[in-house]
């Protein structure tokens, strides 16, 4: 167990203990409100929320629909609200069991089934809040709890060194040199007074760095003053997943002394979905506190240095067919979506559209710490069949998306589904659109 009270399922064995299931419960309900005590009565059960949820639609399994998702909720909020007496078996080891297989292993958070419930139920917040109960019980699955302990203790979830982090800005800066044949060109960290801090997602300084210097040589074409952090630079908030409010706030909140240290104007954040959804909406409830900073996404950035002639793009650059994966958590939930269109509208020269798409756009099936949670890759990468079909069906040879999630998904899905396409960000297709006068 960390700082922070993170115990993962694998290296600590749960313990039956009805007591602690009872905190739990107490814990569970003080994160309850109006609006999910009214959801848990108001569900009508008429099923229409199944054929949203990329699980049950492949699967076909009652378990898998929202509605059956929520009534374990609900079951929850029962046992919370009764009466209970010490020693009493409230939750069986079959019913928890159950609730992590089925909160944790047969949802990604994505949204789609409160985009089209009838009665407006925030089903993912249902599902995010019982998450919480079981992280407070240190059932978190091992790979995503590993993952949020790595980002508490080591600054960023990929457990980079600082050292290996300059090092790294430092080798990209040399190769960004080179290719724009300029001497002075810079990757700044920790300069002071800078207009921008930018913060990436820490695999693309694992695996990948040409995005890194894709966004280098974007801010270089607009002329643009900003700096990456020493310290902070994550943008990837794990804590949202497992339902751990005050590690995800401590995790933004990490950013924004960031910002105010090095006297940034604004964050800006690369292209992650739920570090946009995290660091631009959620982090102020988190924080109990009101907005008093600019956070944009990367995508918004570019936008305006299109509008305002700041950098110049030719579309023959990318001549091949592009297609776009719009993430849950930047379009549904983050309400980012027409931003990325435009950019790709005058960055490639063939942009086919999803069918569906925008925020009706099915998931990759990579969000809601799947990824993280190796125990359910059979089945994360079952539903991602769904969004296989999607890709196919537009003929694209190289498929955008603005979330690194969500490329490390499509990339399991392009090999399992031999789909043969090319996966890459939106900020590597603007830079390999630009134009330099």
């Given amino acids: ?60 399994e009652p378990r898998s629909t929202p509605a059956y998702k929520l009534s374990l ?3 929850l909020f029962q046992r919370a609200t009764s009466s209970r007496e010490n020693g009493q078996e409230v939750l069986s080891r079959a019913e928890i069991e159950e609730l992590v ?25 249902a ?9 407070y019980l240190g059932l978190v699955p091992d790979g995503l709890a590993s993952t949020v302990q790595t980002a508490v203790a080591k600054g960023n979830n990929m457990g980079i060194a600082k050292e290996d982090w300059l090092e790294t800005v430092e080798w ?19 300069e002071k007074g800078a207009r921008v801090l930018y913060t990436i997602n820490p695999r693309e300084a694992m695996f990948f760095p040409m995005s890194i210097t894709a966004a280098g040589k974007i801010f270089y074409a607009a002329g643009e003053k900003w700096t990456f952090s020493s310290e902070n630079f994550d943008v990837t908030n794990y804590g949202l997943y497992s ?34 959804n995290s660091n631009r909406w959620e982090v102020f409830d988190w924080l ?34 592009v297609t776009l994966h719009d993430p849950c958590n930047l379009v549904r939930l983050g309400g980012l979506i027409e931003e990325q269109r435009y950019i790709l509208q005058r960055a490639v020269a063939d942009f086919r559209e999803m069918s569906p798409n925008r925020e009706k756009n099915f998931c990759c099936g990579g969000g809601g710490g799947q990824l993280a949670m190796t125990r359910f890759a059979e089945r994360r990468l079952k539903v991602g069949q769904i969004k296989a079909d999607q890709i196919r069906q537009t ?43």
């Fill in 73 to 75: 909720v609900k079951k």
């Fill in 288 to 321: 109990r506190q009101q907005q008093s900073h600019p956070v944009r996404s990367i995508l918004e950035l570019i936008v305006e240095y299109i509008q305002k002639g700041k950098i110049k793009l030719d579309p023959g650059r990318n001549s091949e067919p």
């Fill in 395 to 437: 003929k694209a040879t190289i498929v955008a998306t603005p979330c690194h999630n969500c490329i490390d998904q499509l990339m399991e899905l392009n090999k399992h589904y031999q789909l043969k396409v090319k996966i890459k960000t939106i900020t590597e297709l603007v830079a390999e659109a630009l134009v330099f006068d």
């Fill in 243 to 276: 339902g751990e409010d005050d590690i995800a706030g401590e995790l933004s909140a990490r950013l924004i002394r960031a910002k105010e240290q090095l006297g940034c104007e604004e964050i800006i954040l690369a292209e992650c979905g739920h570090g946009y």
């Fill in 172 to 190: 990209l800066e040399e190769e960004l040199r080179a290719e724009l044949n300029d001497p002075e060109v810079r990757l700044p960290v920790d």
């Fill in 1 to 60: 167990m960390n700082q922070l009270g993170i115990k993962s399922e694998e290296s600590s064995a749960f313990e039956f203990d009805q007591e602690k299931i009872n905190q739990a419960l107490d814990f569970f309900r003080s994160k309850l409100d109006s609006e999910l005590v009214t959801a848990f009565s108001t569900c009508v059960h008429c099923g229409l929320c199944a054929e949203t949820c990329h699980y049950y639609l492949v699967d076909r």
């Fill in 101 to 125: 297989d089925v909160i944790f292993g047969r949802c990604s958070l994505c949204g789609r089934c409160f985009l089209n419930c009838t009665m407006g139920i925030n089903i993912t917040r």
């Fill in 127 to 135: 599902i995010r809040v019982a998450r919480g109960m079981l992280a």
